[in-house]
């Protein structure tokens, strides 16, 4: 195992550690376990954890040990299984697998799953409040930044702006690079701020660091557009092609994989840029190189 892939698995099994940590896994007795069940079945069903990984390794890329930024980076991945939960549902994309599995509401039914989300949506301002290795003014900033990511200018509202686009006609570029960059680009860019704030650097450091998680989020983005024509559902771990069924306005559709993947080069190469005005960054390098690279 090379040092990158060392470091990587070094992230996320601090990660799923620290989730196992909190207390709802451990309510098996509790009234609510369906809803324990739902919020854990989700949670736990694998995925990249990119969100954390990022919270923590820019923590401490700026020269801070990882482990302060545990409720941060768990809380960010609550948040993105409350919104992968909540998409999956009928009145949304109605998928029936995430990552490879019955997705929540086919697993514990609608309504369970519509609880499950929102009770993901909440717990992570839980943790940060209640977290003992960060300052006050360190958890004031991170709940700011963290519910206007999630919220009706962020990752909420980007989704909203893809359910519109679901019946219009005229989706063009700088209409799907909004809605990717509230959709997608919030929840990335903000897993690096909030690393940034538990190593507490300074604001210009801040805003290169969230420049570089827009840039991210966007590649990300149409690297999974192209995945949806090119890959097969065993792979992606979720319905091949649901976006064209979904009459889904995408970069594929509008440019075709190859133009669409050389933007997602190009947008790679913009974020790189952004990495080389921080800290210590050849981990955050490849990562960023892998994500672009990645097959599922």
Known sequence: MNGFDKKFKEY?????????????????????????????????????????????????????????AKAPACAIEMIHTFSLIHDDLPAMDDDDLRRGKPSCHKAYGEAMAILAGDALSVLPFEIIADDTELTPEQKIKIISVLAK?????????????????????????????????NKTGQLIAVSCVMGCI??????????????????????????????????????????AGSD?????????????????????????????????????????IKLTENLLQRKN
Request: hydrophobic letters at 35%; aromatic letters at 8%; one cysteine or more.
């Open 12 to 68: 996320i099994d601090y990660t799923e550690k620290c989730l196992e940590e909190y207390n709802f896994l451990t309510a098996e007795t509790q009234p609510q376990k369906n809803l324990i069940d739902a919020m854990n079945y989700s949670l736990s069903a694998g995925g990249k954890r990119i969100r954390p990984v990022l919270v923590m390794a820019f923590c401490e890329a700026m020269g801070t040990d990882y482990r302060k």
């Open 149 to 181: 990511a999630t919220g009706k200018s962020g990752m909420i509202g980007g989704q909203v702006i893809d359910i519109e686009n679901e019946s219009r006609n005229d989706v063009d570029e700088r209409n799907l690079c909004n809605m990717y960059r």
């Open 198 to 239: 538990c190593a507490g650097v300074d604001e210009e450091t801040i805003k290169i660091s969230a420049e570089y998680g827009y840039k991210l989020g966007l590649a990300f983005q149409i690297i999974d557009d192209i995945l949806d024509v090119t890959a097969s559902t065993e792979e992606i771990g979720k319905p």
């Open 244 to 284: 064209m069924e979904e009459n889904k306005t995408t970069f594929v559709t509008l440019y075709g994989v190859e133009k669409s993947r050389e933007i997602a080069d190009r947008i790679t190469a913009e974020a790189l840029e952004c990495l080389g005005k921080t800290g210590n960054n050849s981990f955050l």
